[in-house]
């Protein structure tokens, strides 16, 4: 696919990050995007982006309500593209959605662990399960399945468990190359690929606590600020001075400074996606961060778990996100 022109993109997890970059891209190059997220104001947002440029004639952007861990949600979604899109078939899917935490099977809940794996995993493998059909029928197709370096190195740090999310983009990523053969058996015109980012400058971290929580407020809960006191206390810190505001305001900095301070901006990071897309690589990394990492557990497996391998890369790339 070497151009997206006339084509018709569905992406999860418009409304923020990588997936709003990703519509606001396509649409630049005359795509026609149909997103979802949970979130119908980010939605509207990232629709406002794309049309600050004066959109072509007939240029199509839709926005849908839709979780996709849950399967109606996305059937709904799919009916809802073919309605109002007027089309029977996709080119593009982006599975983008995804969420952190629950990232310990010990101190954090069954219902936050499952809910990030349905969403970084499930919503991968439902959102394919959905619009297959709809990309067969298209005269060439490409399936996007965001993974993480996580899905290779299930690690930020040996001070913090993070085992939901890094289990469901290992997931991701097996997945997605299974699906290269399969796909060569049964629908050769359509080419898939794994993205696997490393730090890149998003809200990932506000959201996945507001949806976790349920909760559109950036303050923490009691429960989360004793959640934030032993997460900081394993990464080394003396929690005892603090107060619950002092722990409020570093938990607002974390997000913040994930956001703002990060190695690559979305933006950047969607033009290595959609260029790597135009080259049918099914391997797209992304980031100097994870070609590096990538290259390090490579050659050294039976050490990527130790203390000094995540210190030593840490301070290679100037990673604080742990």
């Avoid at 991701?172 to 359509?190: C, M, Q, S």
């Avoid at 934030?228 to 394993?234: D, E, M, P, V, Y």
């Avoid at 070609?291 to 130790?306: F, G, H, K, S, W």
Wanted: aromatic share 6%.
């Amino acid at each position: 696919m070497k151009d997206f022109a006339g084509k018709i993109a569905v992406i999860t997890g418009g409304g923020t990050g990588m997936g709003r970059e990703l519509a606001r891209q396509l649409v630049a190059e005359g795509c026609n995007v149909a997103m979802c997220d949970i979130s119908a104001d980010a939605m509207a947002e990232t629709k406002r982006l794309c049309e600050v440029e004066r959109l072509p004639q007939g240029l199509r952007i839709t926005t849908h309500i839709a979780d996709v861990s849950i399967e109606d949600q996305l059937l709904r979604f799919r009916d809802e593209i073919v309605e109002r899109q007027a089309t029977d078939k996709i080119h593009l899917l982006f599975n983008n959605a995804g969420i952190g935490g629950g990232g310990s099977l010990f101190t954090n809940t069954r219902e936050q662990w499952e809910k990030t794996f349905n969403i970084c995993w499930g919503g991968v493998y439902l959102g394919v399960r959905t619009f297959l059909p709809m990309l067969v029928k298209a005269d060439e197709g490409h399936i996007v399945n965001t993974s993480s370096v996580n899905g290779f190195w299930a690690s930020v740090g040996m001070g913090v468990a993070h085992t939901a999310y890094s289990s469901a983009k290992f997931a991701v990523k097996g997945f997605t190359e299974a699906l290269i053969n399969d796909l060569r058996l049964n629908a050769p015109h359509v080419k898939c690929s794994v993205v696997m980012p490393g730090h890149i400058g998003t809200s990932i971290v506000s959201n996945s606590r507001k949806i976790q929580s349920g909760t559109e407020s950036d303050r923490l809960s009691a429960n989360e600020v004793l959640a934030a006191r032993q997460r900081l206390k394993g990464m080394g810190m003396d929690t005892a001075p603090m107060s619950d505001e002092d722990i409020q305001a570093i938990a607002l900095d974390r997000a913040r400074s994930f956001r703002d301070e990060a190695p690559m901006t979305a933006g950047a990071a969607a033009k290595i996606i959609l260029d790597g897309v135009k080259a049918e690589r099914w391997r797209i990394l992304v980031g100097d961060d994870a070609n590096r990492l990538d290259e390090r557990v490579r050659q050294t497996p039976e050490r990527a778990y130790d203390a000094d391998f995540y210190q030593n890369f840490a301070a290679e790339v100037g990673w604080r996100i742990g």
